[in-house]
Each structure stands twice: as structure tokens, then as C-alpha cells.
């Protein structure tokens, strides 16, 4: 719980958070809503406030660090928004819908046709690595040191996305014309 002098010297900077949330937000609610929660940090992370440093600057770091989380959220809720005016989320719109697993499932098909025409050597740590196991368990089953296990994997995903780009470019040709 916040001391009683802790408290008093934040009271004394309410004029200044009120005037920089005006700052930031533009707006008096959002101002407002940003004050609070400002001093509610505070005197929840007293402990974390070091006596005798500049509280002010504190206070307004923590004022900054929330406006900042703050508009990133809503960036992000906006992004999910769709920009006419029937201000429905995407999530709200196909809340009710059902996923159709089928054309993953023909996509993951597809990936395991990838990796078994992969040459042996490239294709077996991929197959382990996609079985749970970790580079030092495929190293020791296959009986080779774990840099050429790193080596293999890397060169197996570089060849297996080169496929599916060159396959794709093809596909989206035929598409466009």
C-alpha cells in the first residue's frame, strides 16, 4: 500500500499529468481515463519508485508507456475492423461460421508429398524434427554431428520453399491469364 508521503507527492503533480494526458490523447475522456490509470500505476509500483530521483519524470514515463500501449491496442483493434460504417469486427462477423479444414488438410498433403520426395539425407531430420524430436535426439539417431543436422534442416526448408514458391508462381500464372 502506498505510503502516506508517496501519496501526497503525487498529489502535488496532478495539474502537470493532467495537462500532458491532454497532451497525448487530445481528447478529455480518454485524458481522464489515461490520468487514472497513470496514478493507479504509481502507487501500485511505489516500491519500484527510487526516493530522492525526479518523481515528475517518472510519473510522466509511466503516463507515456501506458499512451503508447494504448494506442498500439487500438491500432491493432482497428486493423481488425472493417472500414465501412457497419463497425463490425471480422471476429464478430464470422464468429457464427465454421472453419473448413479440408483445404488445410490438402495443403498438409501436399507439404508431406514435399518432404518425402526430398533426397534421404534431407528428408529423414525433417520427418524426426516434424515427430517432436530436438536437433541433439535427430543427431544422435542418425548417428551424425548436430551442425549437419542444423545444415540438412536448413537446406530442406530452403529447397522445400523454393518448390512451393516456384509451384505457386506457376499456379497464379495460370490465374491470371
Not at 134 to 140: A, C, F, G, R
Given at each position: 500500500m502506498a505510503s502516506v508521503f508517496f501519496s501526497n507527492d503525487i498529489l502535488r503533480q496532478t495539474n502537470f499529468l493532467r495537462n500532458f494526458a491532454?497532451?497525448?490523447?487530445?481528447?478529455?475522456?480518454?485524458?481522464?481515463d489515461l490520468y487514472q490509470e497513470t496514478m493507479y500505476r504509481a502507487i501500485k509500483n511505489e516500491?519500484?519508485?527510487?526516493?530522492?530521483?525526479?518523481?515528475?519524470a517518472w510519473l510522466s514515463t509511466i503516463m507515456k508507456n501506458l499512451f503508447i500501449n494504448m494506442y498500439r491496442k487500438k491500432k491493432?483493434?482497428?486493423?481488425?475492423?472493417?472500414?465501412?460504417?457497419?463497425?463490425?469486427?471480422?471476429?464478430?462477423?464470422?464468429?457464427?461460421?465454421?472453419s473448413n479444414l479440408g483445404e488445410s488438410a490438402i495443403m498438409i498433403k501436399e507439404i508431406y508429398k514435399r518432404i518425402d520426395a526430398l533426397n534421404e539425407d534431407f528428408g529423414t531430420p525433417?520427418?524426426?524434427?516434424?515427430?517432436?524430436?530436438?536437433?541433439?535426439?535427430?543427431?544422435?539417431?542418425?548417428?551424425?554431428?548436430?551442425?549437419?543436422?542444423?545444415?540438412?534442416?536448413?537446406?530442406?526448408r530452403k529447397d522445400l520453399q523454393s518448390k512451393i514458391m516456384k509451384d505457386n508462381n506457376v499456379q497464379n500464372h495460370f490465374e491470371l491469364n
Open positions: 491532454m497532451q497525448l490523447t487530445k481528447d478529455p475522456e480518454s485524458a481522464s516500491h519500484r519508485f527510487i526516493p530522492g530521483s525526479n518523481l515528475k491493432r483493434e482497428n486493423i481488425v475492423r472493417e472500414k465501412d460504417d457497419s463497425n463490425f469486427s471480422y471476429a464478430e462477423f464470422f464468429a457464427g461460421t465454421e525433417v520427418k524426426l524434427m516434424l515427430n517432436g524430436m530436438k536437433y541433439e535426439e535427430i543427431s544422435e539417431e542418425l548417428n551424425i554431428p548436430i551442425g549437419t543436422v542444423k545444415s540438412r534442416l536448413h537446406q530442406a
